[in-house]
Nanobody
Framework: QVQLVESGGGLVQPGGSLKLSCAAS????????IGWFRQAPGKAREGVSC????????YYANSVKGRFTISRDNAKNTVYLQMNSLKPEDTAVYYC??????????????WGQGTQVTVSS
């Protein structure tokens, strides 16, 4: 089992940037597809991005396409989410999660504790 810890959240102004980190322990991230999810109060959890273990293919929700970039650094056992041009509607708790199967599956079994992102002036 892989353990995940998110960090990098905070308070930023609209148009600002944040870089979230998802650090893994207990197993190499090379064995897993890693997804980023977010959940705002009163809203359903939504997937925002994912990076494949097989070929590094990346996936983005339409709402973040062109603004967010997912990447991985296997040497540091860490996955990143670079968030640019942030909007108030990006405000949420952001989680990373791991699966061995597919970025498009439903079996993300390992989750981090989440990191709060607040976009406000």
């Amino acid at each position: 089992q892989v353990q995940l810890v998110e960090s990098g959240g905070g308070l930023v102004q609209p148009g600002g940037s944040l870089k979230l980190s998802c650090a893994a322990s207990g197993s190499t991230l090379d064995y897993y597809h890693i997804g980023w999810f977010r959940q705002a109060p009163g809203k359903a959890r939504e997937g925002v991005s994912c990076i494949s273990r097989h070929d590094g293919m990346t996936y983005y929700a339409n709402s973040v396409k062109g603004r967010f970039t997912i990447s991985r650094d296997n040497a540091k056992n860490t996955v990143y989410l670079q968030m640019n041009s942030l909007k108030p509607e990006d405000t949420a708790v952001y989680y990373c999660a791991a699966t061995r199967s597919s970025c498009t599956g439903t079996d993300f079994g390992s989750w981090g504790q989440g990191t709060q992102v607040t976009v406000s002036s």
